[in-house]
């Protein structure tokens, strides 16, 4: 078990990372330090579209027709929310 120190610590980290990423810092940080491959951080809680516009194209992993697309689809309907929620998962590893 770690202490409430370790606590905030750790979650003040993830709150100033998602900052400075544009990410809302309403979503919710949990975090796993078992020390194996599994261990990270999970953030969850909901995006507006308002968030969805300024993320988006600071997504490394889209490529630039991926990012137009997704920033027309959230422009087109910006009043559709919510949207289809994510779940979250876990990669667990066995014998870590």
């Known amino acids: 078990m ?3 120190f370790t606590d905030v610590l750790i979650h003040t980290q993830a709150k100033t990372t998602l900052a400075q990423h544009l990410w ?7 975090y796993s330090l078992q020390h194996c491959q599994g261990d990270g951080v ?7 579209p308002a968030d969805l516009l300024r993320i988006i194209p600071h997504l ?16 087109e309907r910006p009043s559709h929310p919510p949207y ?3 779940q979250p998962f876990r990669l667990c590893h066995v014998y870590c």
């Open 84 to 86: 289809p929620p994510v």
């Open 60 to 75: 490394h992993a889209l490529t630039a027709s991926m990012t137009r697309a997704l920033l027309r689809l959230v422009s």
């Open 2 to 4: 770690y202490h409430s």
């Open 24 to 30: 809302p810092e309403t979503l919710q940080a949990e």
């Open 42 to 48: 999970l953030f969850t809680g909901e995006l507006a």
